[in-house]
């Protein structure tokens, strides 16, 4: 199965989902918590937790939320190709603007909504490939991928030591 195709797939999947799956969905790709989902849909935390315990929400708010994913979707960005949540906070656009301050806004431009949508998938596709070279090159200077328990082992020593310090 391509690419484009699996892509449009999983778009018509999703647009046909639960609200709630929906609202997911966008947390997710866009690294929010339900406290920014809420901002960027223009309604009230309590409002987003009701909507994941499966009320329905008003049609407005529905609208909203599809044309965001369909934003997301032409962007190329879903919760299998996430954004690094440090993109979303910080200023993408050459207004200085972030892509959470661009969807806080009432009346969306969509074109400006997809344009920092794009950049904040570039960087955040930029920022892995960064991450990558590095580890290639401490592998090749003898460096391994400590395993979980090694790393948990590290963690819990750090954490002692961060104690002992106090």
């Known amino acids: 199965m391509d690419k484009e195709y699996r892509v449009s797939l999983e778009k018509k999947e ?7 799956e929906q609202a997911n969905e966008v947390q997710v ?17 309590p409002t987003v937790y009701s909507w994941f315990d499966g009320t329905t929400p008003q049609q407005e708010n529905s609208d909203r939320l599809l044309k965001l994913l369909k934003l997301m979707f032409s962007a190329g960005i879903n919760s ?18 972030s892509l959470i301050e661009i969807l806080k806004e009432d009346d969306w431009n969509e074109a400006a909504v997809l344009k920092a949508l794009s950049k904040a998938k570039e960087l955040t596709s930029q920022l892995a490939r960064q991450k990558k070279e590095k580890e290639i090159i401490l592998k090749s200077l003898g460096y391994k991928e400590l395993s979980a328990d090694e790393k948990k082992d ?5 954490l002692t030591l961060a104690e002992w310090d106090d």
């Open 80 to 97: 299998t190709c996430l954004l690094n949540r440090r993109f979303v906070k910080q200023p993408v656009t050459d207004e200085g603007l």
């Open 154 to 158: 590290r963690l819990d020593t750090n």
């Open 29 to 45: 790709a866009l690294s929010l918590n339900k406290s920014q989902l809420a901002e960027i849909l223009l309604v009230s935390r």
């Open 14 to 20: 999703l647009l046909v989902k639960a609200f709630s």
